[in-house]
């Protein structure tokens, strides 16, 4: 017999349900992690999840011999939407193998540089919106998404969904949005609740839709028109496995679509949002950015790579604010006993709490502390193993990273050589609001150009 897991008093029937609020359901967490430390086991309807957020925890958890990815009981909700797209896909099931295969090439270093010139593009949109409202107050959530979203859409599909010029934002965003808050609320609510929910059911139905028939007419428009562009598209229409011969299924194609429309955008211009807040907090590192970034005339690919101040900021803004906040493993045995002596068995949800790992006061000095400096020269790689995953593990891992990296790291630069930027309220304090990522609630900017800048 193992040690006993630490949990909350359960209620009969329901569990623990009364000790989380599933609209706040992270917050609720990093609640009870403050009482009950680096481990311990919720119920939830049922289904038993064992919370873990220290380093010695997650590493041991993390060895994909004995674990794997378990899809959430949120992310299996989700599956109306983004079926067995990469993200929503059990790594045994053949669609996933399939596609991370024919998708992998997609994402790697050629075929990231070769996305530069479209980044440029929608950057330079933001940047012109942002000269031309120079000194009024800047939605950062709004239009780091409106680029986010325009940013995977032309890169991925060739396809413009021209946010900086319209009013209201694409209505994709909302129906995304819908989907993912409803699909969280309905992963907590009895099934005979979710279907006495008529219109609630009915609203949640007609989103996806939307979200399925977008995407479905680009695919529809590419195969009409098909050029030799090699998008992300055209790899998913053309690409074959090698060994096989097997190619992604019309059906496929389209979950994967949606999926990197919000794999792609929510979790990027979140951590950008979050990296200005910082920004502006800490003085200091403002001046440090903007000096290292006035060392270049000109911001090109190969800029990018030599951007280490700016690069250690993103990274020291996912410490603190992980935008993906958790994610969940399985292990792949009947039983294993953990570091501690804590028994789990095949059918319990191991969630990783990054809000905690990344703040274990074993591993990180100053945990609480905004500190780009600890995550330059190799940064989290001399500390123990698995203490920074903002990006998940191993193999279901963010096949992602690179794209948002260099995204991210254009937009720091481009606005810091542009702007002078202050909060709209100086004092601001960071509030959070979390769909499947978390963003910051309420946060507004000025910016002024600097000077003129070719
Ligand atoms: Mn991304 C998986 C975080 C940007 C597409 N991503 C993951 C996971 C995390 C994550 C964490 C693992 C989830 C899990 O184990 O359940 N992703 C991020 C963060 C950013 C990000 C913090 C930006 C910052 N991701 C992106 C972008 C794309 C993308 C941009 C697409 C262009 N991510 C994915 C996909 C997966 C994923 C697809 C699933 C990969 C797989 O399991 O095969």
């Known amino acids: 017999m193992g040690k006993t897991i630490p949990q909350p008093q359960e209620t009969f029937l329901i569990g623990n349900l009364k000790d989380v609020d599933s609209e706040h359901f992270l917050e609720s967490l990093e609640r009870l992690q403050k009482l009950y430390g680096e481990i311990f086991r919720i119920n939830i309807l049922g289904q038993s999840i064992i919370v873990v957020s220290s380093q010695e925890l997650v590493n041991f958890v993390c060895d994909e011999n004995k674990f794997d990815k378990k899809v959430s009981i949120a992310l299996q909700e989700l599956r109306a939407l983004i079926g067995d797209g990469l993200f929503s896909a059990h790594t045994s099931e053949p669609n996933w193998k399939l596609a991370h295969k024919i998708l992998m090439p ?76 409803e699909s969280g609320k309905r992963s907590q609510r009895l099934s005979l609740q979710n279907a006495l929910m008529i219109n609630k059911a009915r609203q949640y139905k007609d989103d996806i839709s939307y979200c399925h028939n977008l995407c479905d007419e680009i695919v529809r428009e590419r195969r009409k028109n098909p050029n030799d562009v090699n998008d992300l598209l055209n790899r998913m229409i053309n690409g074959k496995d090698p060994d096989t011969g097997y190619q992604l299924s019309d059906e496929n194609i389209r979950y994967q679509m949606v999926t990197f429309l919000i794999a792609g955008h929510e979790t990027t211009s979140g951590l950008l949002s979050f990296a200005f807040y910082y920004i502006l907090k800490n003085p200091h590192v403002l001046q440090k950015a903007q ?57 319990d949800f191991i969630l990783v709490l990054l809000h905690q790992l990344h703040r274990d006061p074993k591993v990180w000095d100053q945990p609480n502390e905004f500190i780009p400096e600890r995550m330059l020269n190799g940064g989290y790689e001399n500390l123990p193993p698995n203490s920074w995953k903002p990006f998940g593990n191993g193999q279901r891992g963010c096949i992602g990273r690179p794209f948002a990296w260099q995204e991210s790291l254009l937009a720091v630069a481009l606005i810091l050589k542009h702007f002078t930027i202050e909060f709209v309220d100086p004092s601001y304090d960071l509030r959070i609001k979390q769909t499947l990522t978390i963003k910051p609630d309420g946060f507004k900017i000025r910016a002024r150009p600097r000077r003129s800048v070719n």
Request: contains cysteine; negative net charge; glycine residues 4%.
């Open 291 to 347: 000096a290292e970034i006035d060392q270049y005339d000109e911001i090109t690919v190969d800029t990018l790579n030599k951007l280490k101040y700016i690069d250690a900021i993103l990274k020291e803004t996912l410490r603190l604010q992980a935008t993906a906040p958790a994610f969940n493993l399985a292990t792949k045995e009947d039983k294993i006993t953990l570091p501690g002596g804590y028994e789990v068995c095949k059918d």
């Open 106 to 181: 997609a994402f790697g270093p050629q075929a990231i540089r070769d996305m530069f010139p479209a980044m440029m593009d929608i950057c330079s949109q933001l940047i012109l919106r942002w000269e031309r409202f120079s000194g009024e107050e800047i939605d950062v959530c709004d239009n780091f998404t409106r680029m986010a979203l325009d940013t995977i859409t032309l890169c991925s599909f060739n396809y413009r969904f021209n946010s900086f010029y319209q009013n209201k934002m694409h209505h994709f965003v909302d129906a995304m949005v819908n989907v993912l808050v």
